[in-house]
C-alpha cells in the first residue's frame, strides 16, 4: 500500500508523463521512419 | 516465512559480512518467521512512501543517469534532422536550431557528455568494486552481472505471467530484466561511440584498421549510427518507460532516479534477495516492519488463523 502522494508530487509524477508520452509521439514518429527509409 | 535455500544463503551472506551480532541475528530471524508466506499479501499491505523507503542508488549512479538521459534525448533530437537533414520535415527542426552545421556542433558536443557520463561510470563501478573486494563486501548475486539465476528467474517470472506459479522469483538488487537493459545500453553506447568517432575521425580508424577493412568499416559505422541510435530510442520510449512510468505499481512515475530510494512494496515484490540483505543493514527496518505486520494482522500467525486482510 502505497500512501497517497503529496500534491507537488503529484504535478512532478504527472508532468512526467507529459513528457514522456510526448517522446513516444517522436518514438511512433521513429518507426514511420524505419518504414519509409530502409 | 520460511525461506528458500537460495534467501538463507543471501541472508547468511550479508549477516556475515556485516558481522551481525547474535542478537540481531535472532531479531533478523523472528522478523522472517514473522512475514506470511505469501509475499504477495505481503508487499500489496505494506506502507511506502510513494517516492521511496530504502536505499538502492549512490547519488553518482543518480547523475550519470541523469546525464545520459538529457544527453540520450537530445542527442536523438538533434541526430534525427542531421541523418535526414534533406527531408521535409528535418528543414525546420534544423532551421530552429540554427541550420544544420549547428547542429552538428550541438550534438558532438552533447556527445562529448555523454562520453563523460559514461566515463564516470565506469570509474565509480570499478572503483566501488575494488573497495568493496578490498574490504570483503563484494557480493556477485547483487551486482549486475548476470548469473544463471537470471535465466531461472526469468523462466519463473513467466510462468507466474502465465498464472502458473503462485509467487514471482525471489530476485536480486537487479532483475534479469535490469541486467538485459544495462547491457544493452552499455552496448549501444559503445557501438554510438565507435560509429560516431568514425565520421569524426575517419583518418584516425583508417590508420589502425588494416586497409582491407577500413573502406567497409566506415560503410558499416554509417549505417549503423542511425540503426541503433533509432534502436534506442523505440527501446527507451516503449520499453524502458513502461517499466518505469507505466506499469501497475509503478505509475505514474518511480522515484528512484531522483531519490535514490525504492518503495518497500516494490523491493519485496521485485527484488526480495536485496529486503532479506537491508532487514540485515537497517534495523529500523526490522521494527517498522514488524509494527506494520502486526498493526495489519499481516503476520504468519495472523495468516494461519484466517485474520489477514
Given at each position: 500500500m502505497i500512501k497517497p502522494m503529496t500534491p507537488v508530487q503529484k504535478v512532478i509524477a504527472y508532468s512526467s508523463l507529459v513528457f514522456i508520452l510526448f517522446w513516444m509521439v517522436f518514438g511512433v514518429f521513429t518507426i514511420w521512419l524505419y518504414l519509409t527509409e530502409f | 516465512m520460511k525461506l528458500s535455500n537460495e534467501a538463507r544463503a543471501v541472508l547468511e551472506t550479508s549477516m556475515r559480512i556485516n558481522n551481525t551480532s547474535e542478537k540481531d541475528r535472532q531479531e533478523i530471524d523472528s522478523v522472517i518467521a514473522s512475514m506470511p508466506d505469501d509475499r504477495v499479501l505481503l508487499y500489496?499491505?505494506?506502507?511506502?512512501?510513494?517516492?521511496?523507503?530504502?536505499?538502492?542508488?549512490?547519488?553518482?549512479i543518480r547523475i550519470q543517469h541523469m546525464l545520459t538521459f538529457v544527453t540520450f534525448l537530445m542527442l536523438a533530437f538533434t541526430g534525427l534532422p542531421i541523418a535526414f537533414f534533406d527531408h521535409f520535415w528535418a528543414t525546420p527542426v534544423n532551421m530552429v536550431l540554427g541550420g544544420v552545421d549547428v547542429t552538428r556542433i550541438i550534438h558532438?558536443?552533447?556527445a562529448a557528455a555523454m562520453i563523460f557520463a559514461m566515463v564516470y561510470h565506469l570509474?565509480?563501478?570499478t572503483l566501488g568494486t575494488i573497495v568493496k573486494l578490498q574490504q570483503r563486501r563484494f557480493e556477485l548475486l547483487r551486482s549486475i552481472i548476470p548469473t544463471m539465476k537470471d535465466a531461472r528467474d526469468f523462466r519463473d517470472d513467466l510462468l507466474y505471467f502465465a498464472g502458473k506459479r503462485d509467487q514471482r522469483p525471489e530476485m536480486d538488487k537487479?532483475?534479469?530484466k535490469q541486467k538485459l537493459h544495462y547491457f544493452a545500453a552499455a552496448f549501444g553506447n559503445i557501438?554510438?561511440?565507435v560509429s560516431g568517432s568514425s565520421f569524426l575521425f575517419p583518418e584516425f580508424w583508417a590508420s589502425i584498421l588494416p586497409v582491407s577493412v577500413a573502406s567497409y568499416f566506415q560503410e558499416m559505422m554509417r549505417l549503423s549510427h542511425p540503426h541503433e541510435a533509432l534502436l534506442a530510442l523505440l527501446v527507451i520510449a516503449f520499453w524502458h518507460w513502461y517499466n518505469v512510468h507505466l506499469a501497475p505499481g509503478r505509475f505514474p512515475?518511480?522515484?528512484?532516479?531522483?531519490?535514490g530510494k525504492i518503495t518497500r512494496e516494490h523491493?519485496?515484490?521485485e527484488h526480495f534477495l536485496e529486503y532479506l540483505r537491508c532487514l540485515v543493514e537497517i534495523p529500523e527496518e526490522r521494527k517498522l516492519l514488524m509494527d506494520m505486520l502486526a498493526a495489519r494482522e499481516l503476520d504468519q500467525q495472523a495468516v494461519q488463523e484466517g485474520n489477514a486482510p
Open positions: - | 500489496k499491505n505494506v506502507v511506502s512512501n510513494p517516492i521511496g523507503d530504502l536505499p538502492r542508488y549512490s547519488i553518482h558532438r558536443t552533447l570509474v565509480t563501478i537487479f532483475m534479469y557501438v554510438m561511440v512515475m518511480q522515484w528512484t532516479f531522483l531519490t523491493q519485496i515484490e
